[in-house]
């Protein structure tokens, strides 16, 4: 499976994420529909973040923070997938064409927790 790296988190800080989608020919790519979900890289589910409505646009930001970037204590990280996926329409090929994106981040966790 393909994905994309962003860079490593902080537990206990917020993490914006900005998402721009490209179509074949490299141009901006705006979605009829697009959402995203958090998930550990089992597949579950982190802090009910499951297919949240993002608006359509050619770059979208949503901010990770709080029970998203938990680490389990007695753990010095925890690795995430977050899924962008909705539909966009193509003058060539038409509309309701589905896409998903994949990227992959590390949360590191607290030395010390804070109080």
């Known amino acids: 499976m393909s994905y994309t790296t962003l860079t490593n988190a902080t537990e206990g800080s917020a993490y914006p994420v900005t998402i721009a ?3 074949d020919a490299g141009g901006a790519l705006i979605p009829d ?3 995203w979900t958090l998930t550990d890289l089992d597949g579950n589910v982190i802090n009910s973040r499951n297919a949240v409505s ?3 646009a050619s770059s979208m930001t949503l ?5 998203d970037l938990d680490v389990a204590t007695g753990y010095e990280k925890a690795e995430r997938a977050l899924i962008i996926e909705g539909t966009y329409t193509d003058p060539t090929f038409g509309s309701g064409l589905d896409f998903r994106q994949e990227f992959r ?10 109080a």
């Not at 901010?63 to 029970?67: A, E, I, P, R, T």
């Not at 981040?105 to 927790?113: Q, R």
């Open 63 to 67: 901010v990770l923070s709080g029970d």
């Open 21 to 23: 989608l490209t179509d």
């Open 54 to 56: 993002l608006t359509p």
């Open 33 to 35: 529909t697009a959402t």
């Open 105 to 114: 981040l590390t949360v590191e966790a607290l030395t010390e927790k804070i």
